[in-house]
């Protein structure tokens, strides 16, 4: 499963031309083999999926969550999460659990805008709102688009279309190429080396601005003296953790009767 997938929002006012993009999108990358999955903002306030006095209604309403509705053609699950618990990182890593390759967004531009994981097609109704979002958008901008004629970089949504979805393939790729680094980096975000995060040494090692052996926790792997590992799965530690642990466990462990601990023995412990 993948740390994040490649993420692509489609931002703007209403009547933009938000769905009308994201619909070709979707269809375009399915075509190319793509998995795709999409999420879509609601502005309506207390809006429902739900019908009310509906059987999955009065689950949800005697405090079930999530309710799960599950019929012949679809399952749908219902989560009391809304917005205040809404973030890229969870949406990406749910969307990732259920095989998905490519995510797309409707809207969300308070959440997006500043966030550099994250591609933004931006549809625009005029030159002030191309202004404003331009202003206030950081990083991976694939394309302004609009349904009225704007001077340049603003694509045509009428004619452009093909336009912004090989734009929007290239961004994909690069960025599931940024995926596998990351998925080799120990994601605990340390900073000691030099980087803002995990994700941006990613980033960086893409660019070649950087190598794996700038990664602190990486290039001090070889000489931990303690491993952990959760199903199989190594959990990434920092030196000075590793000591912490090794010490707490061998000095309870030479509290057993019959065990002399000298500091180099190797101990396996197994949870289960």
């Known amino acids: 499963m993948r740390t994040r997938v490649p993420t692509v929002s489609v931002v703007g006012y209403k009547n933009s031309g938000k769905t009308t993009v994201v619909e070709a999108l979707i269809s375009e990358l399915v075509k190319k083999g793509r998995r795709v999955a999409s999420v879509k903002h609601v502005s309506k306030e207390g809006f429902s999926i739900d019908t009310e006095g509906s059987d999955s209604w009065r689950h949800s309403a005697a405090g079930a969550n999530p309710v799960i509705i599950v019929s012949d053609v679809e399952m749908t699950i219902k989560t009391k999460m809304g917005m205040a618990g809404f973030s890229t990182k969870k949406i990406s890593r749910l969307v990732s659990e259920h095989g998905a390759e490519v995510l797309i967004l409707e809207g969300f531009s308070s959440f997006v805008l500043d966030d550099p994981w994250v591609g933004k097609i931006i549809c625009v109704r005029n030159q002030r709102e191309y202004d404003q979002f331009k202003k206030k958008t950081q990083r991976n901008i694939i394309a ?117 601990i000298k500091g180099d023995e190797r101990v396996s412990i197994t949870i289960s």
């Open 144 to 260: 302004f688009c609009s349904f009225h004629k704007l001077p340049e970089p603003v694509l045509s949504i009428n004619d452009g279309l093909a336009t912004i979805v090989e734009k929007t393939s290239t961004f994909i790729s690069e960025k599931e190429k940024i995926a596998e680094i990351l998925d080799r980096l120990p994601g605990l975000d340390c900073r000691k080396c030099g980087r803002s995060s995990c994700e941006e040494m990613a980033e960086a090692i893409f660019a070649q601005e950087a190598s794996f052996d700038d990664c602190v926790p990486l290039r001090s792997r070889s000489r931990l003296k303690t491993r952990i590992t959760i199903d199989d799965v190594e959990v990434p530690i920092q030196p000075f953790v590793s000591e912490i642990i090794r010490k707490s466990v061998l000095g309870m462990v030479s509290t057993l009767k019959g065990v002399n």
